[in-house]
């Protein structure tokens, strides 16, 4: 066995991987949440990876559907991914041999040699490539080269030669193993942040979408009353006109009337900017959904609330957290990359190949030629750079590890937040329809009494507005309440599947294995 194949054998059987092992950390998480958490009702067949489809909004399912597929923010994430999968296999490669091929062909002059050297040249060369013999190539006779054996060199001669040139750096302390270890968890960071992007997208929909209803339900609020009060108008204004009731009651009603109409085309012109604001989400044209949204639609229906189950399962599940621990795990690599440059970098290189005067020669055997080299690289001194790099990579590590904790902490206070807007929401939702009958109820008094002479219009305009208010407020903490929920299901982490992974589909590792 060659010596430096020996060499090799003995590096690799006594390769170790410096640096620090990763240790998956523990979490932050209480053993509760603290919010008010929705009772254990009839859930059963709520997936938490689909939890629009609650809504039973056949245009919300549609919207969410397209957007998961077509979406330019998760076309995005896919590429990211997509690239960090390139990126594992250039780590990969770095610790594995490299073989280029080479070739060339080159035409000498031998006048550019002394006369006493031209033959030794040309001698050596043909005895090498196999392409003559001394005598045909010049052989000399006696003390040195005659004029005849002179008159035969050649005046050109040209050599031509093919091979490989085979390098391989030896991983021996394990710098480029850390390199693939950081390379697979930045591509699970990548995967888990392609699946983050699909909870914030569907939740955005969603979000867009119950405004945009929303804004259509108070536009036809004030479109009905407004429509109310012109039938009002005209029956004042006729019965001002012979008498029966005072101008002022018929010019009060005509400014309400005019104030209620002002109204309408600012609610409209929010519904559209939804709708411009849904298409881009999804990858259209920002007017492309106008024709199937501008229409009569009622809010779709309040969905049902899962319990939120405990913290440590949201950390589990959370995209953006699982995201930040594999950042963590890179950065940890990373430093193990940074280690090993203190330590020697042993190379070998090889170059077989065949040289010879023509083409034909490369099948004779004594055209082939092998060079082998072995090269080893000790940092001696430089200024403490190499130490400085690692205690950059330190302080990369720590500042993952706080982003990791801090990501935690925000899932948390996520789902808090939302489990406190839902409750309230809810509260504010239950009175406000309350105070909707109440005011309709005043209206059709006054309203009464108004018509049977007992009472002027005065009261009858104020109630009118009153329940027109009324009517708004409740609109809006109807969508707020859904609202609310889609933001509970997006700190839950829902809206995402183990099939519904990026292109490929990766594997993720939670951590490194011990080699």
């Known amino acids: 066995m060659r010596p430096t194949v020996s060499l090799a054998l003995l590096l690799l059987a006594s390769a170790c991987t410096v640096g620090p092992d990763y240790k998956t950390p523990t979490p932050p998480a209480p053993d509760a949440y603290a919010g008010p958490q929705p009772a254990a009702g009839d859930t059963q067949g709520l997936d938490l990876a689909r939890w629009w489809q609650g809504f039973d909004d056949p245009e919300l399912t549609r919207l969410i559907k397209i957007g998961l597929k077509q979406a330019p923010d998760l076309q995005t994430a896919e590429s990211r991914v997509r690239e960090a999968r390139f990126a594992v296999v250039s780590a990969r490669s770095q610790g594995l041999p490299s073989v280029d091929a080479t070739g060339s062909a080159e035409d000498i002059n031998v006048h550019q040699f002394g006369h006493s050297d031209i033959g030794q040249f040309v001698q050596q060369f043909t005895n090498q490539s196999g392409t003559g013999t001394g005598g045909a190539a010049g052989g000399t006779t006696g003390g040195g080269a005659t004029s005849g054996s002179q008159s035969s060199i050649p005046t050109n ?263 406190t807007n839902i409750e309230s929401a809810r509260i504010a939702d239950q009175q406000l329809v309350g105070g909707v009958v109440d005011a309709r109820r005043s209206l059709a008094t006054v309203q009464a009494q108004f018509d049977a002479g007992l009472q002027n219009y005065t009261p009858v305009l104020n109630g009118q507005q009153t329940l027109l208010q009324a009517q708004n407020s409740l609109a809006q903490s109807d969508v707020q309440l859904r609202t609310a929920i889609a933001a509970y299901y997006k700190a839950l982490g829902g809206g995402w599947s183990e099939t519904d992974a990026a292109p490929d589909r990766p594997v993720i590792e939670d951590a490194p294995k011990k080699r």
């Open 157 to 419: 001669i040209s050599l031509f030669s093919a091979g490989f040139d085979a390098s391989w750096e030896l991983d021996i302390f394990g710098g480029v193993r850390r390199q693939v270890e950081a390379a697979r968890a930045q591509q699970a960071a990548a995967v888990w942040n392609a699946r983050d992007a699909r909870v914030s997208l569907a939740a955005e929909i969603a979000s867009d979408y119950l405004q945009m209803r929303g804004y259509q339900e108070r536009a036809r609020i004030q479109q009905a009353e407004t429509d109310r009060q012109a039938r009002a108008l005209s029956i004042l204004e006729h019965t001002a006109h012979v008498g029966l009731v005072p101008q002022g009651n018929a010019i009060q009603q005509r400014t309400q009337l005019a104030q209620a109409r002002a109204q309408i085309a600012p609610l409209q012109a929010q519904g559209f900017m939804m709708m411009h604001a849904l298409a881009v989400l999804i990858g259209e044209e920002p007017e492309t959904l106008i024709p199937e949204l501008d229409r009569d639609v009622p809010l779709p229906k309040v969905p049902p609330q899962v319990p939120p189950g405990l913290p440590i399962d949201l950390i589990r599940r959370r995209p953006d957290v699982r995201a930040a621990e594999r950042q963590l795990a890179a950065a940890t690599a990373d430093i193990g990359v940074a280690v090993a440059d203190l330590y020697p970098k042993i190379s070998l290189s090889a170059m077989p190949q065949l040289a010879t005067g023509f083409i034909g020669g490369f099948f004779i055997g004594k055209s082939f030629q092998l060079t082998s080299q072995g090269q080893i690289d000790f940092p001696i001194f430089d200024f403490g750079a190499r130490r400085a790099a690692i205690g950059a990579r330190r302080e990369q590590r720590e500042q993952a590890n706080i982003q990791w904790r801090q990501t935690v902490l925000g899932a948390l206070r996520d789902v808090e937040d939302a489990l």
